[in-house]
């Protein structure tokens, strides 16, 4: 049994080690609101914290996350919606939005180490892929936030 | 992405007996004249609430749903159609939800619901008016079914809001509260719109319905379906066009954890599993021996060469003759001779091609994001061999569309196969990337040669273009192929807004076994590419500035020239640039808008293109919901950069060479520095397309500027080819 905390609740799963943390959350837990658009780590949109750091889900073995704490979009809100998700909805930076859980995971951790980042900075984190081209908006969108955070 | 997808086709003498058999959720089921399909029962309730017409649906507490036919793919489609609806109807915005139409009752009643089809910006230009109308109809009945309460002549009474007041005696009733008679009453047969000027909901940036559960991962794609008992499949299918599948050893992945079964078919296998990951990698670690059959040594070097027999050859159709082009050129002072190509290019959806399908007690089920519901459930009802009213598709909002998902629905075809053979159990078919970059529908390959005249003056008398392409229409949708001619692919030239007194356009098709699709702007990535950077090519050549040089030519084209005038009044192109700036500027029409772009950029060590600014001037006619225009021409921007920088699909011994992201890149982040300007310039009077336009004209812009940075003229695309990329 593979023991690990998501979104704040103990699971023990019988998976093969080797299983990535993408498809545990999905297949095994039903949670969907990671997703699969690569499977070999390079577009983000499988982003997830794992004790905190952004990582992509897809090429993580299940073994490595054993006994530590995953979160997925769907338990980045406290409550009822993060700043990043209220400024994501205000500047209305979704398109066909299938990459915006893992943008906004990235954003996350991006933001909690470098609350004001530049735009060097935004391009370093953010190697997710947005086929869609929300791009402008998501630089926009990190841009207030940290505008935000320095009042 | 303009395809094939009228409604004709759907065998119309089973309605009767279908209508018998038309289990609608609620109650109230009324006529309505607006809209295609049976007139006189066309109105379609639902659970708790008065179905007024078939396009509106009023709860008692004045929720206001409105029936969405086309899809959202993320341009807004849910949101600008539900405002067309309800700049009419006068209800209170706030109020307003919007929901999918059902494709079997939309199939069942004579394509209820118009069309579906969503490509070609075509959702709101081509569904605008009969939207209004119902929801002026609505209104009408509304109103009517409160002025019958009150025993007072209907035109006594107005409404706003939701609610509808008689003047004279100060009465109110909302629109909840006579939904159920207003549903009952008769449709209005003709029905007054408002002026533009009287428009609040039409030109305000709402905010988009899809948005805020596109943010907490709430939004569920098709790649997201969960039912009870569900199984997920992975495919892989023969890897030439073509092929067939020899043998395969099925044992060798049966017994593996979690898979349930394994399907073969001529050309695919497929792993149905309780874990998606357990199926793919049952179906790639499982031995097959394919038949590659005839096209087993093409390559795309051998692509292009025919093409280039093409562009040669004799006796080619004619799209349009105008003039003497041929002879003018012969004996003119100045000409110009070149030719360009484009690659193959894939659509890559974020989402890759995915469909669930459930069989059971003899109906079929599916789940998919589509861009053509009836293309799916044609299909999905072909695939089973069933008659249309035993399927049902759902769809979903789709993780990407580009023209992937609508006219070609293979994947859909392949998760009913699936669900055939488990009876019972809903199965989820997930193209693996790897699968989804071999296995696209690809903008096809095109080389065309252009050939201009100047006089000595520096004037453009006359000009040849002969084009050597794959058809779409001709792999799609023969019977629209017109003397050897395909209309789409002609696009941009054959419709060219320039007056130059000699023309010929030529076209030559040579198909391939790759199989082509439409593309996210299809004809109008390339062809406008290759225009209007000749066309800057013309102008070097004269010696003339590129935006004086069209200014006379496009006298007779003035929504074009208009746009040309505002990208260039924008971006200073009259003032210097700064130091070690350089700009570029191109028009296009498409989709039935009018768009021009020009770029600014700086390139280092002569390969390193640092994009400044790129301005978009668009007339779309009128303007729905501009923030949603605007986020289309900041998508269109970043896409038309990636195609234009990145993109290329390659053929070896038959098959495709890309499989993911990393040998087919797209535009990234940090690749995405420019400031995009989207200068909406609606002129009114018509209604363009905004899906598609905006992306037109910057391609060409992009090589216009880096020419005038570096003096190379980049005949073919990518730029990565000749050893570009972003800073
Ligand atoms: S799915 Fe994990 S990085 Fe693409
Ligand atoms: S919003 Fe569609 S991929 Fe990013």
């Keep these: 049994m593979l023991e690990m905390t998501v979104n704040g609740r103990p699971v023990a799963l019988d998976v093969e080690p080797e299983m990535p943390l993408l498809w545990v959350l999905r297949d095994e837990l039903g949670l969907t609101g990671s997703k699969y658009g690569c499977g070999i780590g390079v577009c983000g949109a499988c982003t997830v914290h794992v004790d905190g750091a952004a990582v992509r889900a897809c090429v993580l073995p299940a073994s490595e996350v054993a006994g530590r704490s995953v979160t997925t979009i769907e338990a980045l809100a406290a409550d009822d919606l993060h700043p990043i998700q209220k400024a994501w909805i205000a500047l209305q930076v979704p398109q066909c939005g299938y990459c915006q859980s893992g943008m906004i995971m990235s954003v996350a951790a991006l933001l909690a180490s470098t609350p004001q980042p530049s735009d060097d900075q935004i391009d370093e984190a953010l190697g997710n892929i947005c086929r869609c081209g929300t791009y402008v908006r998501v630089r926009r969108a990190i841009h207030a936030l940290a505008a935000e955070s320095k009042k | 992405m303009r395809e094939a997808g009228t409604s004709e086709g759907f065998d119309a003498s089973r309605r009767a007996f279908l209508l018998k058999g038309a289990a609608v959720g609620g109650a109230l089921v009324i006529g309505v004249g607006t809209g295609h399909g049976a007139a006189a029962d066309a109105g379609v309730a639902r659970d708790g609430g008065a179905g007024i017409t078939q396009w509106v649906v009023v709860e008692p507490d004045d929720t206001v749903t409105v029936r969405i036919a086309r899809s959202e793919l993320g341009q807004g489609s849910f949101t600008g159609l539900a405002q067309l609806v309800c700049e009419e109807l006068e209800c209170d915005w706030r109020n307003v939800r919007a929901e999918y139409a059902d494709v079997n009752e939309h199939m069942r009643r004579d394509c209820l619901w118009g069309s579906m089809v969503t490509g070609g910006s075509r959702s709101i230009r081509e569904s605008q008016e009969m939207l209004r109308k119902a929801g002026a109809a609505a209104r009408q009945m509304l109103v009517a079914a409160a002025a019958a309460r009150w025993g007072v002549p ?89 092929g067939r599948l020899k043998s395969a050893d099925v044992s060798a992945v049966s017994g593996t954890r979690g898979v349930r079964k394994v399907v073969v078919g001529d050309d695919f296998v497929a792993v149905v599993a309780d874990n998606w990951w357990r199926a793919n990698r049952a179906v790639r670690a499982l031995p097959v021996e394919w038949d590659a059959g005839e096209h087993a040594a093409v390559t795309s070097d051998a692509i292009r060469a025919r093409l280039r027999t093409g562009l040669d050859a004799a006796d080619v159709p004619v799209a349009r003759r105008d003039g003497e082009a041929e002879a003018v050129l012969a004996s003119a002072p100045m000409v110009l001779e070149a030719e360009y190509h484009a690659p193959y290019l894939a659509h890559a959806t974020l989402e890759p091609q995915t469909a669930t399908a459930l069989w059971q007690d003899g109906h079929l089920q599916v789940w998919v994001g589509t861009q053509n519901g009836e293309a799916s459930i044609r299909a999905a009802a072909e695939e089973a061999g069933l008659p249309l009213e035993r399927v049902n598709v759902h769809k979903l909002h789709a993780g990407g569309g580009f023209g992937r998902r609508g006219a070609h629905q293979d994947y859909t075809r392949q998760a009913v196969r699936l669900a055939m053979e488990l009876p019972g159990t809903p199965v989820r078919l997930q193209w693996s990337r790897e699968e989804d970059i071999r296995h696209d529908r690809y903008r096809p390959v095109e080389s065309v040669r252009l050939r201009g005249a100047l006089d000595e003056a520096g004037n453009w008398i006359a000009w040849q273009v002969r084009q050597a392409e794959q058809s779409i229409l001709a792999s799609v949708r023969p019977a629209a192929v017109r003397g050897g001619i395909d209309p789409v692919g002609v696009r941009a030239f054959a419709d060219n807004p320039y007056d130059v007194p000699n023309f010929t356009n030529t076209y030559a098709m040579h198909d391939s076994h790759v199989p082509p699709g439409f593309w996210r702007a299809v004809a109008h990535t390339h062809n406008p590419y290759f225009r209007e950077c000749f066309i800057d090519e013309l102008c070097r050549l004269a010696g003339r500035d590129p935006v004086e040089f069209r200014r006379p030519l496009l006298a007779k084209s003035p929504k074009d020239l208009a746009v040309l005038e505002a990208a260039a009044k924008a971006v200073g192109w009259n003032d210097a640039a700064p130091e070690g700036v350089h700009r570029g500027i191109a028009v296009a029409d498409a989709y039935g808008s009018f768009t021009a772009a020009a770029v600014e950029l700086s390139v280092r060590e002569e390969r390193i293109v640092d994009v400044r600014r790129v301005v978009v001037a668009l007339d779309c006619g009128h303007v729905v919901n501009p923030d949603a225009v605007i986020a289309q021409v900041e998508g269109g921007v970043a896409w038309a950069l990636g195609m234009a920088m990145h993109e290329e699909i390659t053929i070896r011994a038959g098959h495709v060479e890309q499989s993911n992201f990393t040998d087919y890149p797209v535009l990234r982040m940090h690749e995405m520095t420019a400031r995009v300007e989207a200068l909406l310039v609606p002129s009114g009077g018509f209604w363009g397309g905004v899906g598609e336009p905006p992306l037109a004209a910057v391609p060409a812009a992009l090589c216009n500027a880096l020419f005038a940075a570096t003096g190379r003229r980049v005949r073919s695309l990518p730029l990565k080819r000749h050893g570009f990329s972003f800073a």
């Design chain 2, 154 to 242: 209907p035109v006594e009474c107005g409404a706003s809001q939701g609610v509808i007041t008689h003047a004279a005696s100060g009465r109110t009733l909302t629109f909840g509260a006579v939904a159920a008679e207003a549903a009952r009453r008769e449709i209005p047969g003709q029905v007054a719109l408002k002026g533009p000027k009287d428009w609040r909901l039409i030109g305000s940036p709402v905010p988009r319905f899809d948005i805020p559960d596109k943010t907490t991962g709430r939004q569920i794609y098709a790649a997201d379906v969960r039912l009870p008992g569900l199984l997920h499949a992975s495919i892989v299918q023969v890897p030439v066009f073509g």
